[in-house]
């Protein structure tokens, strides 16, 4: 128990430097994508600006709206948090955590209840922009966790199992991206509305919303809304590297996938616009849902 909890904490902390670097790395990309440097003021080359921006964020002072709901509006960032972070228990460990038979059953649950810290945020805030910005990501995430499921389920059916370690032994000699590539597009792009990033960031919206659900936030509450999200990309590119890339977390080629993952996700938001709600939708319902009920089918007659 006691090497279980330590194994943990230590994966914890190792992530959290990870979401440091990561958003180092994105504010770098999209500089050079914008024809500016990104930060590069703080140690060399901006390295620790990451760090300089964790001690401004939790040394502010905390501010509430006064017509907030105080206890939700104060413990919404924590759940935000807690639920990004209880994800990584099945993240398969050379000396494995929690790698249960039914890991990804617990991936879909932990998943769900993602939306309620963001849905808490934007309700107790008692902003317009706050509560829009919460509802649209309502709308959106429960609608792509339809099509979100069952394109895993093809996965599924040719892995055998719904352990994580499995995976990386089934794509021994061929990885599911060459024989699932729908599969990988469509699920990738899922992975990008469930996370609210770009082009799917109704959440924030910030031409039309200031900054959405967060809009109130500052100070810790913002800190703790920000770790949640990149956790939960980091995460999320574990997930697409272990399904579509092969396994192998033992190995270094592993985490250079999973980078890979990551930038594209960075990219993406540096290069596309926003969608339009209503087309988000419209793809959702009338194209995902159907084409991955079809896909169900078709790869249930090839692996049975």
Same mark, same amino acid.
């Given at each position: 128990? $006691?090497?279980?909890?330590?194994?943990?904490?230590? %994966?914890?902390?190792?992530?959290?430097?990870?979401?440091?670097?990561?958003?180092?790395?994105?504010?770098?990309?999209?500089?050079?994508?914008?024809?500016?440097?990104?930060?590069?003021?703080?140690? @060399?080359?901006?390295?620790?600006? &990451?760090?300089?921006?964790? @001690?401004?964020?939790?040394?502010?002072?905390?501010?509430? &709206?006064?017509?907030?709901?105080?206890?939700?509006? *104060?413990?919404? &960032?924590?759940?935000?948090?807690?639920?990004?972070?209880?994800?990584?228990?099945?993240?398969?460990?050379? $000396?494995?955590?929690?790698?249960?038979? /039914?890991?990804?059953?617990?991936?879909?649950?932990?998943?769900?209840?993602?939306?309620?810290?963001?849905?808490?945020?934007? *309700?107790?805030?008692?902003?317009?922009?706050?509560?829009?910005?919460?509802?649209?990501?309502?709308?959106?995430?429960?609608?792509?966790?339809?099509?979100?499921?069952?394109?895993?389920?093809?996965?599924? +059916?040719?892995?055998?199992?719904?352990?994580?370690?499995?995976?990386?032994?089934?794509?021994?000699?061929? *990885?599911?991206?060459?024989?699932?590539?729908?599969? #990988?597009?469509?699920?990738?792009?899922?992975?990008?509305?469930?996370?609210?990033?770009? &082009?799917?960031?109704?959440?924030?919206?910030?031409?039309?919303?200031?900054?959405?659900?967060?809009?109130? +936030?500052?100070?810790?509450?913002?800190?703790?809304? #920000?770790?949640?999200?990149?956790?939960?990309?980091?995460?999320?590119?574990? @997930?697409?590297?272990?399904?579509?890339?092969?396994?192998?977390?033992?190995?270094?080629?592993? +985490?250079?996938?999973?980078?890979?993952?990551?930038?594209?996700?960075?990219?993406?938001?540096?290069?596309?616009?926003?969608?339009?709600?209503?087309?988000? %939708?419209?793809?959702? *319902?009338?194209?995902?849902?159907?084409?991955?009920? /079809?896909?169900?089918?078709?790869?249930?007659?090839?692996?049975?």
């Amino acid at each position: 128990m $006691f090497v279980n909890f330590s194994s943990y904490l230590i %994966m914890t902390v190792f992530s959290l430097v990870g979401v440091a670097f990561l958003t180092l790395l994105e504010r770098k990309i999209l500089g050079y994508v914008q024809l500016r440097k990104g930060p590069n003021k703080v140690g @060399v080359m901006g390295l620790f600006q &990451p760090f300089s921006d964790a @001690v401004k964020l939790f040394t502010k002072e905390f501010f509430f &709206p006064v017509k907030s709901n105080f206890n939700l509006y *104060w413990v919404s &960032p924590v759940i935000s948090f807690i639920v990004s972070a209880s994800v990584w228990l099945i993240f398969p460990y050379f $000396f494995v955590l929690m790698g249960w038979k /039914l890991g990804i059953l617990y991936l879909f649950s932990v998943l769900s209840f993602s939306i309620y810290g963001i849905m808490l945020s934007g *309700w107790s805030s008692n902003s317009c922009y706050s509560v829009l910005g919460a509802l649209r990501v309502v709308a959106q995430s429960i609608s792509y966790e339809v099509s979100f499921f069952l394109l895993i389920l093809c996965i599924l +059916y040719f892995s055998g199992s719904m352990n994580l370690n499995d995976l990386g032994d089934v794509q021994q000699k061929m *990885w599911f991206v060459f024989l699932l590539f729908p599969i #990988f597009i469509m699920l990738f792009v899922s992975f990008l509305a469930e996370l609210n990033r770009t &082009p799917f960031d109704f959440s924030e919206g910030e031409s039309e919303l200031v900054s959405g659900f967060n809009v109130e +936030y500052g100070g810790s509450g913002f800190a703790f809304i #920000f770790l949640s999200e990149y956790l939960s990309i980091i995460f999320s590119s574990v @997930v697409i590297t272990l399904f579509f890339l092969g396994g192998g977390t033992e190995f270094f080629w592993f +985490y250079l996938k999973l980078l890979f993952i990551s930038l594209m996700i960075i990219v993406i938001r540096g290069t596309l616009p926003r969608y339009r709600y209503d087309k988000l %939708m419209d793809m959702c *319902w009338k194209s995902y849902l159907s084409v991955s009920l /079809l896909m169900i089918l078709f790869y249930l007659s090839v692996c049975f």
